[in-house]
């Protein structure tokens, strides 16, 4: 990649222009999370592989799922990331979209289950989620409300309410994670093997993930507040920070999402493109490993977009 490439690339926050598969390539442009976050990741990994097939994907981080889904809905955007949580809320305008219904948006593909959890450094003395009470934890998250209400089931699983701590107001996951690096906060919320973790890791000496319990009791008041939450024990591998034994977390679900925009032909592409190319998926970013690529399409009251039906059809996996 030459200097001027890599000035462009930096200045749009990542655009990936490159391997242009055909003449008649195409170019979407690509919503995700902010850099560091594993939502950005997702996108990028997404956005490398649909470049190497033709399809140009420009990828625009943004503040959280707040600010670029309504692009998608106005047809600013074309494709983005959000957890099952956030599209359920998005598309019936609750939760954080309250009073927003986000009608042309559209499912692709649910992607793999996502693992979070809270997170605290190597040497604190909080152990379990119990142990937060009184503590300084991030909390808020303004531009992506749902996370607030993940953090709440998280709490709530270890018995707790937001009642119960110190709350550090941030407005996202990477202000909460880099006020832990600061020392503001006791615990942060974070997706479980994204960068910013391990960033944070490196500047305090290792950070941990606090487990969930699997208590039944415990399970049934996270899943009182986020009812797709389930719990999924994470392994320890090389590059997967604050995870150094076999650690049960809360996991749900992440969806391709498409504006009802979008032709159905470059819809149904893109669903094929990424359903033939988990492998390199996965080397770009880890979590692809953990996707089924048998299981595009889940049943769901969500809409999914008429190109994706035409190719989970062809794929064999769509149920009527």
């Known amino acids: 990649m030459n200097t001027s490439t890599t000035r462009l690339l930096t200045g749009v926050g990542l655009a990936l222009t490159l391997g242009l598969g055909s003449a008649q390539a195409q170019q979407i442009?690509?919503?995700?999370?902010?850099?560091?976050?594993?939502?950005?990741?997702?996108?990028?990994?997404?956005?490398?592989?649909?470049?190497?097939?033709?399809?140009?994907?420009?990828?625009?981080?943004?503040?959280?799922?707040?600010?670029?889904?309504?692009?998608?809905?106005?047809?600013?955007?074309d494709f983005g990331i959000a957890n099952i949580v956030e599209t359920s809320e998005a598309l019936s305008g609750t939760g954080g979209f309250e009073g927003h219904r986000h009608d042309n948006v559209r499912i692709a593909s649910i992607l793999f289950p996502f693992r979070v959890g809270m997170f605290v450094p190597e040497d604190s003395d909080i152990e379990t989620l119990s142990d937060l009470r009184g503590k300084r934890v991030t909390h808020g998250y303004t531009t992506q409300r749902t996370i607030g209400r993940v953090v709440d089931a998280l709490l709530a699983n270890g018995g707790l309410t937001s009642d119960d701590i110190r709350p550090v107001r941030v407005p996202n996951v990477v202000r909460g994670a880099d006020d832990l690096a600061a020392g503001r906060a006791d615990a942060g919320f974070f997706a479980i093997g994204a960068g910013k973790v391990s960033e944070v890791d490196a500047s305090v000496g290792g950070v941990r993930f606090l487990p969930v319990s699997e208590d039944p009791e415990a399970v049934e008041r996270m899943r009182a507040i986020v009812p797709e939450a389930y719990v999924a024990t994470v392994q320890p591998r090389s590059g997967m920070a604050g995870i150094a034994q076999p650690t049960p977390s809360m996991a749900y679900d992440y969806v391709l999402l498409v504006g009802a925009h979008v032709p159905a032909d470059t819809v149904a592409e893109v669903v094929k493109i990424l359903n033939a190319n988990k492998d390199k998926l996965a080397a770009s970013f880890g979590g692809f490993r953990g996707w089924d690529t048998n299981r595009m399409f889940v049943e769901t009251d969500a809409p999914y977009h008429e190109g994706a039906e035409k190719a989970l059809r062809e794929l064999g996996q769509w149920k009527d």
């Open 29 to 77: 442009a690509f919503g995700t999370m902010g850099q560091g976050t594993a939502g950005y990741s997702m996108g990028a990994a997404i956005a490398g592989v649909l470049s190497e097939n033709g399809i140009r994907a420009r990828v625009q981080p943004s503040a959280g799922t707040s600010a670029y889904l309504p692009l998608m809905e106005t047809g600013e955007l």
